[in-house]
Structure formats: C-alpha cells, structure tokens
C-alpha cells in the first residue's frame, strides 16, 4: 500500500512537472495604470491568460514609460517567451524592437493601440478601430446640435499614443464639414483623472465661455467635472455638453444620470481576442494581419441617435468595468 501511494505521489509530481513545462510564457507589456479602462484591461488578461488555460503570463505595468516599455520587450527577448503583447504607449520608435522580436523568431502581437511601422514588422494586431471612435462622436455631436453653432473644447488623451490620434482624427473629420464648429483649444491630459482636471481649470481661465468640452477617456471627464463644478459651471442636459470615450462603469453611469451627453465606448475585454489569436498560432493557422474589437456609443437618457444606444438602467447593469 505504502509504495502504491509513493508511486501514486511520484507520477502526481511528474504530471505538475511536465504541465508546467507545457505552459505557454506570455509576456504583455501593459502601458500603465492611467485610467479605469486599462486596470480593466490588465484584470482581464489576468482572468484569461491563467495557468488553467495553459499560461504563465508576465504582465508588466510601463507606468507610460516608452524607454521602459522598450527595454522590457527586449528582456522578454532575452528570455525567450513565446510570445510577446504590446500594447505600445506611443506609435512610434518601434522598428528596431520589433525587428529584434521578429529575429528572435518569437511571434509578436500589437493588442489595442498600434504602432507607425510596418505591418511586416509584427505577426498580427488586436485592437479598436480609434478613428472610428472619434467620428461616432463627431457625428453624435453633429446630430445633437442639428446646424447650431458650438465653441468646442478638447482633453487630449496622451501625446502620440494612437488612442489620442485616432480620436482626435475622427473627430477632426466631421468638425471639418463644419463652419459653425470652433475647437478653441486642444491640449494634452494623460488620460488621468488629474490631467484632465488640470487642463479644464486651465480652459476656464482662458476661455470665458464654451459649449462642448470633449475628453479622450471618461477619468479626464471626471477631472474636468470637477474643474466645471469648482467654478460653479453648469455641464450636462442642460449645460455644457460632455463627450466621452471608454464607456466605463462609472462613465456610463455618469450618462446615466445626464451629466455625459455622449460616451463612445472602447472596449478593453480584448485578451480573449488575443489568447484566440495566440492559439490560432499554435494550431500552425494563418490568421488576419488585424482583429477588431467592436465598440458601440451610448447617449443620455432623452436624446435619440442613430449612432449611440440611450442609457438605461439595464444597459448600465451589464457593464462590469
Ligand atoms: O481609452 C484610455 C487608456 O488605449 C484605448 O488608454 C486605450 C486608452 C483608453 O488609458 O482610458
């Protein structure tokens, strides 16, 4: 009996062995912590990529750090994992590192921002469509205002990340169709909380009145909310219109309740998209250059739009992020 259960024992510690060597390394280089829509992000590939699901992830936290990120790609290098996700913090200065990655025979993946280089550079991408995010709010905006003129103010996401771009692309796009638009300023708020804050207390000092301020994720929101009601400013239904990104739990519920005109969500449930796509690589399949995550916008109870789902509480209560 006792040499059955050393034996038992013995082929228990095998199988934990040879399990574990079968573990795919991933490692993810993760931009930060700017905001709600990443730390969801991040929970997420720690939900999916897990030691049951045949992974050992490294996830490292770039704190917005482009040196860093790059520097932490080439110690994934070193160590050779399997694959490599980067989510890059600024689209460019990336073709030495992914020419290294590619040398390296390990197959990279870009997931939710992209980068400025070729796309030969890097196996395949996994994102949201950025620019199409900016245009559905343009176009929620151009609906909303029918023809009355706008003095508009814009919260920037970070400065080269093409979060920022495309959004400010989009959005760009349809205020060109119009005259009656005037984007007084646009200026830089990290995607935090505080950043957006900062720039809002900035505007109001220099702009004596606005009518629309536009903030690339809902934390900048929140800041510039706090800015507005320091001042004693009226947003909202019936005050300056606030446009968002990200669509969050907290910004929903903010458009929810009237205070967000429009929240163009960007969905940052994308690791089942990546561990789809890493096992697609697996199977020896060929998979798209591009996998697109869908977003969709929302609008404030009492508006009607053909690009944006009225807030209702259901909708909210099936935003777990
Ligand atoms: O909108 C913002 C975040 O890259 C889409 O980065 C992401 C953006 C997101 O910090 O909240």
Redesign the pocket.
Known sequence: MKKLCVLLALIMALSVVSASAELLKIGYVQ??H?????MA?TQNYFDVFTEDAGFELELIDCDNDHALQLAKVREFVNKEFDYIVI?PIQTAGWDDVLKEVQDAGIPCIIA??SVDASDELYTTAVG?D?TAEGVTAGKCLEEYLAGKPAKILVIE??TG???AIGRAEGFNQVAAEHPEWEILASQDGD?TQNGGQAVMEDFIKRFPEFDVVVC????EAYGAMDAMDAAGIKYGVDGVIIIS??ATNEGLTRTLAGKILFNVE?N?IQAVTVMNVIKALQAGEEVEKFTLVVDEGFCAPGIESQYATTMTEEVLAGRKY
């Open positions: 931009v930060g700017e905001s709600d829509w990443r992000n989510d939710d921002r949201t950025m996401g970070s990340s093409s979060a995607f690339h994720n809902d934390n990104f990200d960007c940052p």
